[in-house]
């Protein structure tokens, strides 16, 4: 059973950067499709980012600012998020699944972390 850990959120100024980390236990990282999913207070949980074999798609919201990436012999994936932007605040989570293809849905995910609260300030 894989567990997923994130971190690495934090309170930016409009215009900064973050980046952040999920780590992976308890299975074999590389057989897994990754993607990152956040949700605002009062809003459904939306899609960020996700990688595969292929490389990473990214939401049109935050497509040139935010890059996915992953490290199969450190088990971790990764969001390198740039000119943050007060409406990025949400809580952050990582999610994994097996299969080598990109996945934006929220509900074909079988594992999910535990979110890290990333809050940008104006």
């Known amino acids: 059973q894989v567990q997923l850990v994130e971190s690495g959120g934090g309170l930016v100024q409009a215009g900064g950067s973050l980046r952040l980390s999920c780590a992976a236990s308890?299975?074999?990282?590389?057989?897994?499709?990754m993607g990152w999913f956040r949700q605002a207070p009062g809003k459904e949980r939306e899609f960020v980012a996700a990688?595969?074999?292929?490389?990473?798609h990214y939401a049109d919201s935050v497509k040139g600012r935010f890059t996915i990436s992953r490290d199969n012999a450190k088990n971790t994936v990764y969001l390198q998020m740039n000119s943050l932007k007060p409406e990025d605040t949400a809580v952050y989570y990582c999610?994994?699944?097996?299969?080598?293809?990109?996945?934006?849905?929220?509900?074909?995910?079988?594992?999910w972390g535990q979110g890290t609260q990333v809050t940008v300030s104006s």
């Open positions: 990688i595969a074999w292929s490389g990473g």
């Open positions: 308890g299975g074999t990282f590389s057989r897994y499709a």
């Open positions: 999610a994994g699944r097996l299969g080598g293809d990109i996945y934006v849905s929220a509900t074909v995910y079988s594992h």
